[in-house]
């Protein structure tokens, strides 16, 4: 029988970012009974029945054990709307929560028939638990229903919450695109280090130590980035060389149309398969 404090909780796809909030949510001590997952692949349910012993597995969402009090839609946007018409008549009175990328609330609220839609863009972070996610919640969605899914996605990591559904679109750009940014400079760091005449374990050490320390020092300070950047930034330096050759290339520029490139994108998925 569910309980307040252990709603039964379905993911429909049983990807990495299922795994993340899943094995979250057991690290907490939500009871394996009222986890469920729906994932067609048989080689995806045994690993996740390796990973996660106790929770229900299955291969489609006609086969559910318990009525769904929150239900996380973790499923490529190309798939969305043939997953939720087949698995609706399975859902009635559920939460639902969705992490797939630009896919509109409207669109699943018209397919799953329901207002009680929140919109969450996480990102791959969330695997170790320092995930930074962005939420938007649908008028019916009550407090009572953006309070059961914080609980569940505080398990990841960070959140924000954002005012206008819209604005997920620069999340997703920001923060649900951004590891793969982090990656890209740990990588042209690991080789320009190697070109320099380190080893490349040692260059990527550096890089990843780099990153890691810089990005705690910049949550653990009130001041702006700039002014972290200009503290060691000594004007004939050797910090100062390296953001100048930056400047003259324009990186700051192209990294913003980058980002920009990414919000379209995600504009350009909600109306490919949000129809």
Known sequence: MTTPTSPTITFIGGGNMASAIVGGLLRQGHPTGAVQVVEPFDEQRARLAQLFPGIALLPGSSGL????DLVVWAVKPQTFKEAALASQPHLAGALHLSVAA???????????????VVRAMPNTPALVGLGMTGLFARDGASTADRALVETVVKTTGELVWVAAEAQLDAVTALSGSGPA???????????????????PDVAYQLAVGTFV?????????DDPPQTLRERVTSKGGTTYAALSSMAAAGIKEKF????????????????EFGG
Do not use: C, H, N
């Not at 054990?65 to 769904?68: G, L």
């Not at 913003?256 to 919000?263: G, I, S, V």
């Open 65 to 68: 054990q318990k009525a769904s």
């Open 102 to 116: 630009g896919i509109t609330s409207d669109s699943i609220a018209t397919w799953l028939q329901t207002q009680r």
């Open 181 to 199: 940014y982090v990656f890209y400079f740990l990588e042209a760091m690991r080789d320009a280090g190697a070109r320099m005449g380190l080893p």
């Open 213 to 221: 320390g810089a990005a705690t020092l910049a949550q653990r300070s």
């Open 256 to 271: 913003e149309e980058a980002l920009f490139a990414a919000q379209k994108r995600a504009e350009e998925l909600g109306r």
